[in-house]
């Protein structure tokens, strides 16, 4: 799904019979990111409040305010629909090139595709890479040799803790 919101791929690389599995999982997860996520007009108003106060308190959610964001949501079919539209458009719209950053372009096109942007998000912001975890598997067989074999574990982590962050 991480290539699917990548805006240099999105579905280029994807076998046909697979496509449609991807984008009904998409759309899924797009709809209940979009339930998750309280209004962005509440989130601007207590970011001004905060800014005039001088200090960040945490606003008390009552229960009056669940059923106010309830009544502002979009009815189902609504937002299935408005989450369909999201995806086509947003698959229809031109590649990013492929020396581009996906990151700022979703920054970008944040404001267009204000679902779809949340889910690019959670999936492109995951390393592509083992690089650190393999560092640290090398740092530890450097501190674990057979001298210091009867180390004893908390030993061992202490030591590879020093020799990554000293």
């Known amino acids: 799904m991480a290539s699917t919101v990548d805006p240099r791929f999105k579905m280029r690389y994807t076998a046909e019979d697979n496509k449609t599995t991807i984008q009904s999982r998409l759309k899924a997860e797009m709809q209940t990111l979009a339930m998750m ?36 949501a979009l009815p189902l079919n609504n937002q299935k629909s408005s989450v369909s539209c999201e995806l086509e458009s947003y698959l229809q719209s031109s590649y990013l090139d492929s020396e581009g950053d996906p990151l700022k372009w979703w920054k970008e096109h944040e404001k267009i595709y204000p679902r779809l942007s949340k889910v690019a998000k959670k999936y492109l912001c995951i390393l592509a890479t083992s690089s650190p975890s393999e560092r640290a598997f090398s740092s530890g067989g450097n501190v674990v040799t057979c001298l210091r074999s009867s180390l004893k574990p908390d030993q061992v982590d202490r030591l590879v803790f020093l020799a990554k962050n000293l």
Request: proline share 8%; with cysteine; glycine share 6%.
């Open 37 to 72: 996520v309280p209004p962005q007009e509440t989130a601007q108003e207590t970011s001004e409040e905060d800014a005039e106060a001088g200090c960040a308190p945490k606003k008390k959610m009552t229960l009056g305010s669940y059923f106010k964001t309830a009544e502002q």
